[in-house]
């Protein structure tokens, strides 16, 4: 028999949901699933009218525009006149380790003590009920790279779905990167701002030296574990292993054109997998960037333009920069003030500001999986890769049209209330609102 | 014993200068030895002062004064004649903004949001409740003489300085003083010449003020109090509940005198001048050296200036990479600062000249050259020195010419005092000599006939105390050295030949003689006398440098304007027009503007004289109007008090802040600049609009009610600081400092209506409090849960009036009934939340229901980055709840003009209305809308193409002045590391969104 889940339906978990703890992870759905005659974005830059997906066992086995639908047992969503996308990605974000923002010491589990933290891991302190995370599924948030922050090396990121009942059944790719926090290179005036410095002190210099002690600590490790038999064991230089068989990342947080160009040693010497986060500047050395194959995550582009003469545009055209110069980046949403909700958004700016949007989408799904290293898996609407899907009324990236409907999480149907739906619900009933 | 000790050192240490002045008390440890130190200086060109031309005379001092100047002078006989043929006397310069000889306070610990705040002054004694305010300082009486500071000002040409304590924001008194190596007692000319004042509480710890409206305000309350004081104290010296108030009496007395204000940035003379207009004195300004930036409204202040000459020291912007982050704004100061004085010369404006904030006083003349090159006259320059500080000081019976009967202070240099190769000789200070350079060269240079042992002759070019050369066939380089009677002559007598002499001897004047050897090691005798002078070298030096500046621009670079946008005629052709009326959207509209004015709505609207905006497939809505914003100020929080409601934002408006801009080209026309949320009740909100270009009065929208920011909840029981001790530390206590506020404000009104009034003191707290419960002046509440909400509403409703609005009020949808029953209006953010405890219930769906409730709400930003996307934050509410787009857009136009109570003026397209529009390139809630022009009173203040040309122009600009940066570098002139052009933005305390990677937030009011 058929099951039609009409959007009623969907939208009725919402009313009758009682609160957020009500809110059950979806079981594996095992079967065929169908989104039928949907306007699907790939996720590549194509765009697929009228479409229909077939899943599998919560993989997508096929796309087509005539799929045969069977008769049997199978769930059928009806996507017609809506947009289809793959799951959006936080490619880099505190969400499950950072509850409430600096006020409440408690509640954050994102920054360790020291400089040199290469073996902690953002995974083990996940909190998988975070009230966060449904309010970002509602936005087609699906999967995101949970990055601890710090001093030097802060640790290492994991890569999570957003529908699970524990940091273990949340993880989709364990430790993705690590992360490397370049102290900065600008230069300031001693007394400027909060922290005092010494007159004497230059502290581009002496950001240069800090740099040069992660050099060396990376060169002991790959040394490390170039070591047959080891007589002592070090769980830091432990933890780098795997950056040097490529299975992780490195991680590099700057901005700067001297910081981004400082990241590509890590590269030539290290022969390291290296991506830029952050990257205000990259719009400077995007073929440079391009060159060295280093990829880069913007981390905010809704931004003020570093220099007061800078073009007043400018943190909205920096991808379009990086697109033409074919750098691998991807947009994130940093913002604190909204936890990152707005990751579509950001995305729609630089669609506004020079980019396509099926290249804005790309941004956001494909490209932040490939620099994740998960693109085999989701990042795109493609035969062989997981079920990770949203359904939007209209353009998701623009905040006008965009309403997620529907989302999926390898094949699982996701239950979009949130907190916030369900104080809306509360106190519409307060009012009487219908 | 010890004051005979003093008068050894003295004496010794005068030794060598003219004078010797007895103190009458101070008795002398040996002979007596008290001379006249009657000098007579002939045959100089002597400039009495500025504004008369030079005389060729005489000048003839005694007893540290001056007797007789003039061309026909009787000289007496016991007179020393020093012969100053070709030099020059000038009066020495005097400075008027020093701290010579006066200890500089350090500072001790600070203000740290994460440190216990502290509230009361640490200052000993019967003195004042705030440690800034310093008046019962006396400069005369912690000044000692300080002969290594004195050297370099003396060699810089000053005699005279005024000198006090540059610490605080009333500072106390300050005194002449002269820079002779003397007693104390002997060189301070004027004990109590002036009195001082500043924004900057210097080395008080106290908590309060933290802010410079926070100074404005506590400058303009101890107006008020010293007033009170006298009137209270008249009889007894003391004021009732006051006792006695040492540092309010030297306020009220220190009045007499002439009132120095170190502002020292060109907006902060403004702030100062109008504090002195409010309460009808007249300050003397220090600058900041950028004034030539806004010349015409410091012209407008009728201030007399004191301008420091510390230029901008060139940076080394070798690497693109550095340079990138120096501003253009930064560059171009550094090109025109040296234009400051010229500026203010053209501009008739009174000013004097001191060497304040120049790092080092042998600058000084340099710098002053500079300014001279840039325009500034050689005669005003003089006068800024002379005459203008020693009037303004009401010396110049004593000081500031060469006159008979003042003092003896006056320059003997080579030459003009103001060419680049003059040198100051000497400066005589109180009669007394102060050797600066040897003019020994001048004295010897010259042709010598040389004779040795009396038959061969030699012709010597003597050309400078180390060179000269014999004229044989060849003319040969001698081995010269004079030290002015020590000669030393080694030549030989043919360019490469052995033979010479080896010659040593004394001067005596124009005859020299000595005995020697010659190449063979005979003994030789020698004399030499002076012929004739070398003929003068024809100028070929270097030719004047030309001063070149690009176009001032306002403000100065980075997207500054040259003219100020005039209100245009324009008729906008078939857009769809977003009126806020009962019209709704309209496709297909022309809107007619006029004088500012938005004159007609209408299809097929003509008008012959209007410039034609096609608005075809475009969308004219009403300016976007921010109701929270803290953009353009200097300062945003006063959190040195729990209860602030006397400090003002529109007291420190910067209208330099690029954010004006960049919000223009998001489509903000109108913003409502508040104060931040650090205490309960904050300070005074300016409602100001986007007039990019304009003055900072300009800026503020006229005629609008006043407002003032209170806050509850977090940030005001400062949560995020673990050492706490600013009373309350909870909202129970946040309730009580309501309670107490206004219960105080109501037994003040009382009293103001009282029979006793005259008695009351004047209090520009309760004032701004008493005006709430008149509704005079109306209350934006910075507010998150519901539980704040009801207690604010119930405090509010006891004392009679209502809160205009509550911003932020995340939680708002939970008690929007009572707010509705209250009058209350909502202010908030789309989709902010979880940054905080106290937004752990904020939900996207608040706009959403607080509208449906029936309240009015506004969508504001709080955030000077997202200020410029408000069209997109309306937009979310459509998207969370499902309103009606029209409704939506109201939320950041109509929907908080009405909340500011200017919905007559501005928020909707209506015939009659201010002409703030703005044409986007889209529906203005989509993302991909932009504003392609921004109208503010009908003028287009934005405009995409010309934005397009301007960031042109300021690349162009940029590489010039980094172009000539490196053009000085190389031609050797000293240059720094390049330093980024960093920016404070100020927010609330809330806003963690990120902005450039050069700006610091100012969020807290760390100092």
Redesign the interface.
């Known amino acids: 028999m058929k099951k039609y889940f009409s959007l009623i339906i969907a939208f009725a978990v919402v009313s009758t949901a009682m609160a957020q703890e009500t809110v059950y992870p979806a079981p594996a759905y095992k079967g065929l699933l169908f989104i039928k005659n949907g306007n699907v974005h790939v996720g590549n830059g194509q765009v697929l009218p009228n479409t229909t997906i077939k899943i599998n066992n919560g993989k997508i086995e096929s796309l087509g525009t005539n799929l045969p639908i069977p008769m049997d047992d199978v769930k059928v969503i009806d996507a017609t006149g809506k947009e289809v996308y793959p799951g959006l990605i936080s490619s880099n974000t505190n969400i499950g380790i950072r509850?409430?923002?600096?006020?409440?010491r408690g509640s954050n589990d994102y920054r360790e003590l020291g400089d040199w933290n290469p073996n902690v891991e953002s995974i083990k302190a996940y909190n998988a009920d975070s009230?966060?995370i449904n309010?970002l599924r509602s936005n087609g948030i699906l999967l995101a790279n949970i990055a601890p922050q710090g001093s030097l090396i802060a640790g290492s990121s994991s890569t999570v779905q957003y529908d699970a009942w524990t940091w273990e059944d949340a993880l989709y790719k364990e430790n993705t990167a690590l992360h490397f926090y370049m102290p900065s290179l600008?230069?300031?005036?001693g007394g400027?701002?909060?922290t005092q410095q010494t007159p004497d002190m230059d502290p581009a210099k002496a950001a240069l030296n800090r740099i040069e002690l992660v050099k060396q600590f990376l060169k002991e490790a790959k040394s490390y574990n170039e070591q047959s038999i080891k007589t002592t064991t070090n769980l830091k230089l432990e933890a780098c292993k795997n950056l040097f068989n490529k299975t992780q990342k490195l991680f590099i947080h700057c901005?700067?054109?001297?910081e981004m160009l400082i990241a590509v040693d890590f590269v030539k010497e290290l022969g390291l997998d290296v991506v830029v986060v952050g990257g205000?500047?990259s719009f400077?050395i995007a073929p440079l960037l391009k060159q060295h194959n280093i990829p880069v995550i913007l981390?905010?582009m809704?931004?003020?333009?570093?220099?007061?003469?800078?073009?007043?545009?400018q943190p909205f055209k920096t991808p379009t920069v990086l697109q033409k110069a074919g750098v691998l980046f991807a947009i994130n949403d940093?913002?604190?003030?909204?936890?990152g909700?707005?990751l579509a958004?950001n995305a729609?700016?630089a669609?506004?500001y020079g980019l396509s949007k099926e290249e804005a989408l790309q941004a956001i799904t494909l490209n932040a999986a490939k620099i994740l290293g998960i693109d085999k898996f989701t990042g795109s609407i493609e035969a062989g890769k997981d079920a990770n899907i949203i359904i939007s009324e209209g353009d998701v990236?623009?905040?006008?049209?965009?309403?997620i409907t529907h989302a999926f999480i390898q094949g699982r149907t996701i239950d979009l209330t949130d907190?916030?739906?369900l104080?809306?619900e509360r106190?519409?009933k307060?009012?009487n609102?219908k | 014993m010890r004051q005979l000790k003093t008068a050894v050192i003295l004496l010794l240490l005068s030794i060598s200068s003219g004078t010797v002045i007895c103190q009458e008390t101070f008795p002398v440890n040996g002979v007596a030895d008290t001379r006249s130190g009657t000098y007579v200086f002939t045959n100089a060109t002597i400039v009495k002062d500025a504004s008369n031309a030079s005389i060729q005379g005489s000048l003839l001092i005694k007893e540290g004064k001056i007797v007789a100047v003039g061309n026909a002078i009787s000289i007496p006989k016991e007179a020393i004649v020093i012969d100053c043929k070709g030099k020059y006397i000038y009066p020495s310069f005097i400075d008027i903004y020093s701290d010579y000889g006066i200890p500089v306070p350090q500072r001790t610990g600070g203000f740290n949001f994460n440190q216990p705040a502290q509230l009361t002054s640490n200052t000993k004694g019967a003195v004042g409740w705030n440690q800034a305010i310093k008046s019962e300082v006396n400069g005369v009486s912690i000044f000692s003489a300080d002969d290594s500071k004195a050297k370099d000002l003396r060699a810089a040409g000053f005699g005279l300085v005024l000198t006090h304590q540059k610490d605080g924001i009333a500072r106390g008194t300050g005194a002449v003083v002269s820079l002779a190596n003397k007693a104390d007692n002997l060189v301070i000319i004027k004990d109590k010449a002036s009195s001082h004042y500043s924004f900057s509480k210097g080395t008080s710890t106290q908590s309060y003020p933290g802010s410079m409206m926070g100074s404005i305000a506590l400058l303009r309350q101890s107006f008020l109090d010293g007033q009170w004081y006298k009137n209270q104290s008249s009889s007894t010296g003391k004021a009732n509940g006051e006792g006695l108030n040492l540092t309010l009496q030297a306020w009220n007395n220190n009045l007499a005198y002439p009132l120095i204000f170190d502002a020292n940035d060109k907006w902060n003379d403004i702030r100062a001048d109008r504090i002195g207009d409010e309460f009808g004195v007249q300050f003397i300004i220090k600058g900041g050296g950028n004034e030539y930036q806004r010349i015409k409204e410091i012209s407008g202040t009728k201030a007399s200036y004191i301008l420091p000459l510390n230029f901008p020291q060139s940076m080394d912007v070798e690497d693109p990479?550095?340079a990138?982050?120096i501003?253009?704004?930064t560059l171009k100061h550094w090109e025109m600062a040296a234009g400051n004085a010229a500026a203010f010369e053209k501009a008739g404006i009174n000013f004097c000249i001191t060497t304040a904030d120049l790092r080092d006083s042998k600058q000084f003349m340099s710098s002053l050259r500079k300014s001279i090159e840039a325009g500034l006259s050689e005669t005003k320059a003089l006068e800024a020195l002379t005459k203008v500080p020693a009037t303004l000081l009401n010396i110049y019976n004593e000081a500031g010419s060469i006159e008979a009967g003042k003092w003896a202070n006056f320059i003997i240099t080579n030459g003009p005092v103001f060419n680049e190769k003059t040198d100051l000789l000497q400066n005589w200070i109180q009669g007394e000599k102060y050797e600066i350079k040897d003019d020994l060269t001048d004295q010897i240079k010259g042709n010598y006939s040389l004779v040795i042992n009396g038959t061969k002759n030699f012709s010597l070019d003597v050309k400078s105390s180390s060179s000269a050369d014999v004229l044989l066939k060849d003319t040969v380089a001698a081995k010269f050295v004079s030290n002015g009677k020590i000669v030393s002559i080694n030549f030989a007598e043919t360019k490469r030949g052995k033979k010479g002499y080896r010659l040593s001897g004394v001067s005596n004047g124009n005859n020299w003689s000595g005995t020697g050897v010659d190449s063979s090691g005979n003994a030789v005798w020698w004399t030499a006398a002076f012929n004739k002078a070398l003929p003068e070298k024809a100028d070929s030096a270097k030719r004047k440098k030309t001063y070149h500046s690009g176009e001032l621009t306002y403000p100065l670079?980075?997207?500054g304007i040259k003219e100020t946008p005039k209100a245009e005629t324009i008729l906008f052709k078939n857009a769809t027009v977003w009126t806020n009326e009962k019209d709704g959207i309209v496709a297909n509209t022309d809107v007619l503007v006029q004088n500012g004015k938005i004159i007609s709505i209408g299809k097929n609207l003509n008008n012959s004289g209007a410039k034609i905006i096609d608005g075809t497939g475009k969308h004219l809505t009403p300016g976007i109007i921010d109701e929270h914003s803290h953009i353009a100020v200097s300062s945003i929080n006063e959190g040195g008090q729990s209860v602030t409601s006397e400090v003002r934002i529109g007291d420190n408006l910067n209208p330099d802040d690029?954010?004006i801009?960049?919000q223009l080209?998001g489509g903000v026309t109108t913003s409502h600049i508040l104060h931040g949320s650090a205490n309960t009740i904050g300070g005074q909100t300016q409602l100001i609009k986007l007039r990019w270009g304009a003055n900072d009065e300009e800026l503020k929208y006229k005629g609008a009610d006043g407002f003032i920011k209170f806050a509850l909840g977090?940030n005001v029981k400062r949560?995020?600081s673990s050492a706490n001790n600013r009373f309350p530390d909870t909202r129970m206590g946040v309730e009580e400092v309501q309670m107490d506020a206004f219960t105080r404000a109501k037994d003040y009104e009382n009293a103001l209506k009282g029979p006793n009034a005259k008695n009351v003191r004047r209090d520009l707290e309760l004032d701004a409090l008493v005006e709430i419960m008149n509704k005079k002046r109306f209350i934006t509440c910075h507010s998150y849960v519901a539980s704040e909400i009801l207690e604010t509403i119930k405090v509010a409703e006891k004392f009679g009036f209502s809160i205009n609005t509550f911003t932020h009020i995340l939680e708002g949808?939970?008690v929007?009934?009572k707010m509705k029953a209250h009058g209350a209006n909502g202010s908030t953010?789309s989709?902010?939340?979880?940054?905080?405890?106290e937004v752990?219930?904020a939900?996207?769906?608040n706009a959403?229901?607080m509208h449906?409730?029936g309240l009015n709400v506004a969508i504001n930003s709080d955030?000077?980055?997202?200020a410029?996307?408000l069209n997109?934050e309306a937009?979310?509410i459509?998207?969370y709840?499902g309103i009606s787009?029209e409704d939506a857009f109201k939320m950041v136009t109509l929907n908080p003009a009405k909340m500011l109570h200017i919905d007559n003026k501005v928020g909707s397209i209506k015939a009659g209305k201010d002409a703030d529009l703005v044409l986007w390139s889209d529906?203005p809630?989509?993302?991909?809308?932009?504003p392609e022009k921004t109208l503010v009173d009908g003028a287009v203040y934005f405009d995409i193409d010309k934005?397009a040309a301007m960031?042109k122009e300021?690349a162009n600009e940029?590489n010039r002045l980094i172009l000539k940066m490196l053009e000085e570098k190389k031609s050797g002139g000293s240059s720094g590391?390049?330093?980024?052009?960093?920016?404070r933005?100020n927010t609330c305390m809330?806003?963690?969104?990120?902005?450039?990677?050069?700006?610091?937030h100012e969020d807290e009011n760390?100092q």
């Open positions: 509850e409430i923002s600096g006020a409440v009230r966060i309010t600008m230069q300031r005036q400027f701002g909060r901005n700067l054109v001297k205000s500047e400077q981390n905010q809704h931004s003020l333009p570093t220099s007061e003469d800078d073009d007043v545009d940093a913002d604190g003030n909204t936890t909700r707005n958004f729609g700016t669609a506004a990236l623009d905040m006008r049209s965009s309403k907190k916030h739906k104080l809306n106190y519409k307060k009012y609102i | 990479n550095d990138r982050f501003s253009l704004g670079g980075n997207y690029v954010d801009y960049r080209a977090e949560t995020s949808y939970k929007a009934d953010f989709d902010w939340w979880a940054y905080k405890l752990q219930d939900i996207p769906y959403g229901i449906n409730v955030d000077a980055e997202m410029r996307r997109q937009a979310k459509v998207k709840s787009e529906n809630l989509s993302i991909y809308a932009k934005d960031r300021i940029k590391a390049a330093m980024p052009s960093f920016r933005v809330d806003a963690t969104h990120q902005h450039g990677l050069l700006d610091i760390a």
